[in-house]
């Protein structure tokens, strides 16, 4: 018998939808440990719409959401929408049509499909980033942060299409080349907002261990924050002479202590100092290999694997150390973006250094031994190595003569070392420990007054600004006389202006710098003429307060009462994918304790526990040189041998990221259409582990669909009222119960802990046996139709409704099980003498104590061993073992 979920799918999402059945209110008769808000990460709305892996997620939350409501939990589970984004905008660049209208259209094509699986979300909370409703306290928390003074302008690089005179997103540009055209991408410097992230950089790092977050997500925040400690240093700016010029050049370093090894200095193609350090002899030089690295990512340009390139400036700079004079070249291997953009280049211990000085003939000096090397000195003593390196210090003849002996401790190798151990060829500092070298070498510049101890992050500020239409105004107005200021609160929100026109101004600024009418205004303060900031927010500013607006979505006066703050907060529970996360969430961690700092949220952190589920992948096709093959150019010539259409060459089928231009993307809407939802929410589910990655195979979903046949079969049977907690005499009746409380026991432990695959498999093992019965007691058949409603909704309330109930499943309670009839019938007992094992035998669980004994001193084991033995004592411990002590 088929499960007919054509039809009832339908009628119980207009059901559900109509009695607005999972609307969340604040009851305060529920206490804060009986309350649970479970978020998704929002999507964004693309024209594709879902695809099978979108849901993943979304039915976790969802089965875990139905879970809680049955145990008693008041739970917030809404569903929203992060609107703003490049496709649109794109789109409108090609078409004419306004993103506002792609975007909105693509939403009602989303909500539809995700309805159409089910998903118990409180729709009357949710939220869209792009609507002035919205934005308007995005532009808020923008205020705020520009006046604490968070968010400052600045000139940074952008990736620049100089065909299509645009700025480029990361995303867009793939193998240095512009996405839509082709064209070679350079570096522009523009004027950015920035906001100051890294003001906060030691609060997310000490943070993230009160989460429970995956510690794989955390390390990633943790190396991504990197945060070092070390010294910054000044090096003075020297002529060809070698004669100071008044200038200096400064940089951080992690290994102060090796200051006397450095031979060179490198500079950033983009640092504000190559002007004025390149000669006139090596200007033209210099120039064309700025631009050149200009057409480099960050990735391609730090590289361990790649070439190292550069060029020298014609300048030099003086080791504050030595005195000596090393040159200043410029390489793309050193980013602005890092320290200070400048780096002093020790070779002998740093793998990048000694490529490039290698490649440049540029000395190499080893300034640390390691611990072996300096015991070696002592016949393997590394405590009188240290003294005899000490010694030899204070003595420049007797060091000279030590090193003239020793080259393997003080001489470079063939390659770079990395290793700790003791100061060399550093005059005062040789045979100091590396912790002891640096915190000395520390003193000694902050003494001469050219160094200090400093913290350094990995962590750069972020670049809050786009050169784009589609996205949030930034609510400042540049006045001539009064500078930048920032638009009066009630003033908000600044909406976007309606255009006729999205191409790219070429000039890199955003497309809403060519609209007189809207760029030109009255300075908020003087009510003199003044311009409108022009750049809009990234899409990542929409998402990073978006849990907050669903606790109160229609709200006018702020963005979320204080109340409802405290009633729902921290997050729960929040699932996404491992894409974001770093940036997401990190930048949602940043604005969340803003506002904390602020006193509008009342936590210190927004998402307590993370979990990412694993991506779904589906089978593609590889040549034998590793490239991939269109499914629609693959031909199964026997089963499991596939080959490529035309050239009939062999192929190996292999799991890949869904894509369209492989043409395996699995659209749900062509599984719900065959299988029904219900269908796909459980293979969905069944796949694997939760936070794994699996292929999609539809042949596993053809099999759940005939699980749920099997489900709307057996509840077709004959029910009968029975007290399923006494005494049953019927055999099959009472191994029945066993499994059934079994079954609630492994369903409730696993959907508890988000083990659903496993639940899942529980659920066919009571079905397979409830097949063979007859009758099936009521109370055991409410209990599973209650179980199996979370995972597969439609179908549950349809059988719920079957057995004479006129309210939804949603929120009855979840079923009981006794521990006692879980319990196995049989017991293994162990049987010991004096303490050891010597054998083992089963009995029926609840055994007595002389029966067990009995069975014991007849085993062949004890026999064996009790022999011409006297038995002092026999200890049982009932269902688990008896041990016979024996003289």
Not at 230 to 235: A, I, K, R, S, W
Not at 425 to 444: H, P, Y
Not at 490 to 507: A, F, H, I, N, S
Request: hydrophobic share 35%; glycine share 6%.
């Amino acid at each position: 018998m088929s499960y007919p979920f054509d039809t009832i799918e339908p009628k119980w999402q207009k059901y559900w939808e109509k009695n607005k059945t999972f609307k969340a209110v604040e009851d305060p008769s529920v206490p804060k440990d009986k309350r649970r808000y479970i978020l998704d990460m929002f999507p964004y709305p693309s024209a594709a719409g879902l695809h099978v892996g979108h849901p993943e997620g979304y039915t976790a939350t969802d089965i875990y959401c139905r879970y809680l409501r049955m145990n008693g939990y008041n739970v917030l589970h809404p569903m929203g929408y992060d609107a703003f984004g490049l496709p649109a905008e794109n789109y409108a660049i090609k078409t004419g049509t306004h993103p506002r209208a792609t975007t909105m259209a693509n939403i009602e094509h989303f909500t539809r499909q995700i309805k159409s699986l089910g998903f118990s979300y409180d729709w009357d909370r949710c939220v869209t980033t792009c609507t002035p409703d919205y934005y308007k306290w995005t532009q808020w928390i923008f205020l705020q942060l520009y006046k604490k003074g968070l968010a400052y302008e600045s000139k940074t690089p952008i990736n620049w299409c100089p065909s299509c005179k645009t700025g480029l997103a990361n995303e867009e540009v793939k193998e240095g080349k512009c996405e839509r055209c082709g064209s070679i991408v350079t570096r522009k410097t523009i004027r950015q907002w920035v906001l100051k992230i890294t003001a906060y950089a030691d609060r997310l790092l000490q943070d993230l261990d009160t989460l429970d977050w995956p510690e794989s997500v955390k390390l990633m925040q943790r190396n991504w924050i990197g945060r070092s400690t070390g010294g910054e240093v000044q090096f003075a700016v020297a002529d060809g002479n070698g004669k100071a010029t008044g200038k200096n050049l400064v940089v951080y370093t992690t290994r102060p202590d090796t200051l006397f090894g450095a031979t060179y200095m490198v500079i950033s193609p983009e640092h504000p100092m190559v002007s004025e350090l390149t000669t006139p002899e090596q200007k033209k030089d210099v120039t064309a290999y700025v631009d050149m690295a200009a057409k480099k990512s960050d990735l391609e340009r730090t590289d361990l694997a790649k070439d190292k390139t550069g060029i020298f400036t014609g300048s030099y700079a003086i080791d504050p150390v030595n005195g000596r004079k090393i040159p200043i070249w410029i390489s793309d291997y050193v980013l602005i973006s890092y320290g200070t953009g400048a780096i002093m280049a020790v070779p002998a211990h740093d793998e990048r250094d000694w490529d490039f000085a290698k490649k440049f003939n540029l000395p190499i000096i080893k300034v640390v031994a390691s611990k072996k090397e300096v015991a070696s000195l002592a016949g393997g003593n590394e405590k009188k190595g240290c003294e005899i390196l000490q010694k030899a210090a204070k003595d420049p003849v007797a060091y000279k003569k030590l090193a003239e002996s020793r080259p393997d401790v003080f001489e470079a190798a063939d390659t770079c070392t990395h290793a700790d151990g003791y100061s060399v060829n550093s005059e005062q500092f040789c045979g100091m420990d590396t912790r002891t070298a640096i915190e000395t070498m520390i003193e000694w510049l902050e003494s001469k007054k050219i160094g200090k101890k400093a913290v350094n992050y990995k962590l750069r500020d972020w670049i809050f600004s786009r050169q784009r239409y589609w996205g949030e105004p930034i609510p400042l107005v540049h006045c001539p006389k009064c500078g930048t200021v920032p638009l009066d609160e009630k003033d908000l929100p600044l909406e976007l202006p309606d255009v006729k026109t999205y191409q790219p101004t070429g000039t890199g600024e955003s497309p809403l710098s060519g609209i007189d009418s809207w760029v030109n205004c009255s300075c908020p303060k003087c009510g003199g003429e003044a311009k409108r900031e022009t750049n809009t927010m990234p899409q990542w500013a929409g998402s990073c307060w978006y849990y907050l607006r669903y606790l109160d979505p229609e709200n006018k006066k702020c963005f979320a009462a204080p109340e409802k703050i405290k009633y729902w907060m921290p997050v729960d529970l929040y699932v996404g994918g491992a894409e974001h996360a770093v940036l997401h969430l990190l930048y949602a961690r940043f604005w969340h304790k803003v506002l904390y700092d602020l006193g509008v949220v009342n936590t210190i952190e927004p998402f307590q526990r993370l979990v990412n589920q694993g991506m779904i992948t589906s089978f593609a096709y590889q040549r034998s040189n590793k490239t991939l093959v269109p499914v629609d150019q693959v031909e199964e010539i026997s089963p499991g041998i596939f080959e490529e259409k035309g050239s009939h060459e062999k192929l190996e089928q292999v799991t890949a990221k869904m894509s369209k231009s492989l043409k395996n993307v699995v659209n749900p809407d062509d599984m719900i259409k065959q299988y029904g939802s219900d269908s796909v929410r459980i293979y969905e589910m069944f796949m694997g582990p939760l936070t794994m990655s699996k292929p999609w195979n539809t042949q596993g979903l053809i099999g759940i669909s005939r699980f749920l046949d099997k489900v709307w079969a057996v509840g077709e049977k004959p029910l009968i009222e029975m007290d399923i907690r006494g005494k049953i005499e019927d055999k099959n009746l009472a191994a029945f119960r066993k499994l059934y409380a079994q079954t609630v026991k492994k369903i409730t432990d696993d959907t508890a802990n988000l083990n659903f695959n496993t639940a899942i498999s529980q659920m066919m093992i009571f079905i397979n046996e409830a097949q063979k019965t007859d009758k099936i007691p009521k109370e055991m058949w409410e209990g599973f139709v209650k179980m199996i409603a979370c995972y597969a909704p439609h179908l549950g309330e349809e059988l719920w409704q079957r057995l004479g109930h006129n309210k939804t499943v949603t929120y009855e309670l979840w079923p009981e099980f006794s521990e006692d009839f879980c319990k196995s019938d049989t017991k293994t007992i162990v049987v010991m003498i004096n303490g050891k094992l010597r054998d083992k035998f089963d009995a029926v669980a609840g055994t007595s104590d002389e029966e067990l004994q009995t069975a014991a001193f007849a085993t062949e084991g004890a026999k064996k061993f009790m022999d011409g033995k006297q038995i002092l004592k026999t200890v049982v411990v009932p269902d688990k073992l008896v041990n016979i002590v024996v003289k």
